[in-house]
């Protein structure tokens, strides 16, 4: 089945220790993007790439980046976690740039952070 | 600018029917619902391209205002699988011919036997 993989499941790491979130898709999609989203909250969207180019959202931390070395991975990195970075994310791919209206995303299950 | 959910939360008995609305301050392009159980993914449920569009997925339909910006998502005869978190995505224009999926809160459906 064509699916988003995310790996690990569950990442404790300490805090202002580096941490990598890895996202694998079977989807042969051009769009991936990552959120991050808060207990109790909406997914909020960091930053996605269409194939290579990368596109941040003006609001998403300096502390967060992002690679993307082939169609199928894309790994977020979290340089120096704080307290406040713990939180589900999420990646999600899609088939089309631009986010137009008809476009759909399709989420993998996620990566649980714990910063202790 | 996130759309506003209503209600937050909603508890039913199996078999009860539930609305979850869901609202926007800048123009809808299309609405996106989703459902999340505790741990996962949030799952695709429908799309909402056009004002006055509606559609259905068993017995869960949802409908699409354009002009007041709203979608509703509808749940007849709630099953026991049906918990979960909804989420409604409104698709907004972020400049540029680009558009920008923004979701809500979430509105937590408990359905008890």
């Known amino acids: 089945d064509a699916m988003v993989i995310q790996n690990p499941r569950y990442q404790v790491t300490q805090f202002g220790k580096p941490v990598t979130l890895s996202c694998s898709q079977t989807?042969?999609?051009?769009?991936m993007y990552w959120y991050q989203q808060k207990s109790s909250q909406a997914p909020k969207l960091l930053f996605h790439y269409y194939d290579k180019d990368f596109n941040n959202e003006a609001d998403t931390p300096d502390n967060f980046q992002s690679r993307r070395p082939n169609t199928s991975f894309c790994f977020l990195d979290i340089r120096s976690p704080g307290l406040g970075d713990a939180a589900m994310y999420l990646c999600?791919?899609?088939?089309?740039?631009?986010?137009?209206?008809?476009?759909?995303?399709?989420f993998g299950p996620g990566t649980r952070l714990l910063v202790l | 600018q996130q759309p506003v959910q209503s209600p937050q939360a909603v508890i039913l008995r199996e078999g009860e029917d539930a609305v979850i609305n869901c609202s926007s301050s800048?123009?809808?392009?299309?609405v996106h619902w989703y459902r999340q159980k505790h741990g996962e993914a949030p799952v695709f449920l429908m799309i909402l391209l056009k004002g006055g569009e509606q559609k259905g997925h068993d017995k869960i339909s949802a409908s699409f205002n354009e002009k007041k910006q709203q979608s509703s998502l509808y749940l007849t005869a709630s099953q026991l699988s049906y918990s979960g978190t909804y989420f409604c995505?409104?698709?907004?224009?972020?400049?540029?011919?680009?558009?920008?999926?923004?979701f809500g809160k979430g509105t937590l459906l408990t359905v008890n036997p």
């Open positions: 989807l042969n999609h051009n769009v």
């Open positions: 999600a791919t899609s088939s089309a740039p631009r986010g137009p209206p008809w476009e759909t995303q399709y």
């Open positions: 800048k123009a809808l392009y299309s």
């Open positions: 995505g409104a698709k907004v224009e972020s400049g540029g011919s680009n558009y920008k999926l923004t």
